[in-house]
């Protein structure tokens, strides 16, 4: 089994940055793709971002393109989302997904 632990959110005025961790114990992800995800009250689940286990590749869903940056190191067993200009719609309760597992989530606020 894996465990995602992820922190980093808190609150932040628009146009600020946060840098959100997810870090897994447990079973390796070294070979695992990544994504983070985000869900606002009332709000379905949505993609943010994704990243190949070698982290060569990654891919992001458009709200957050150019904005956005994933990156993982797997020497850490950890996977970053480095979030730039933060817009009041940014703000979520952040989670890291691996294949099969989900993390706890992480709470973002911006403030306009």
């Known amino acids: 089994q894996v465990q995602l632990v992820e922190s980093g959110g808190g609150l932040v005025q628009a146009g600020g940055s946060l840098r959100l961790s997810c870090r897994a114990s447990?079973?390796?992800?070294?070979?695992?793709?990544m994504a983070w995800f985000r869900q606002a009250p009332g709000k379905a689940r949505e993609y943010v971002a994704s990243?190949?286990?070698?982290?060569?590749?990654?891919d992001y869903g458009e709200s957050v393109k150019g904005r956005f940056t994933i990156s993982r190191d797997n020497s850490q067993s950890t996977v970053y989302l480095q979030m730039d200009n933060l817009k009041p719609e940014d703000t979520a309760v952040y989670y890291c997904?691996?294949?099969?597992?989900w993390g706890q989530g992480t709470e973002v606020t911006v403030s306009s």
């Open positions: 997904k691996s294949p099969l597992y």
């Open positions: 990243i190949a286990w070698t982290g060569t590749r990654s």
């Open positions: 447990g079973r390796t992800v070294k070979s695992s793709a």
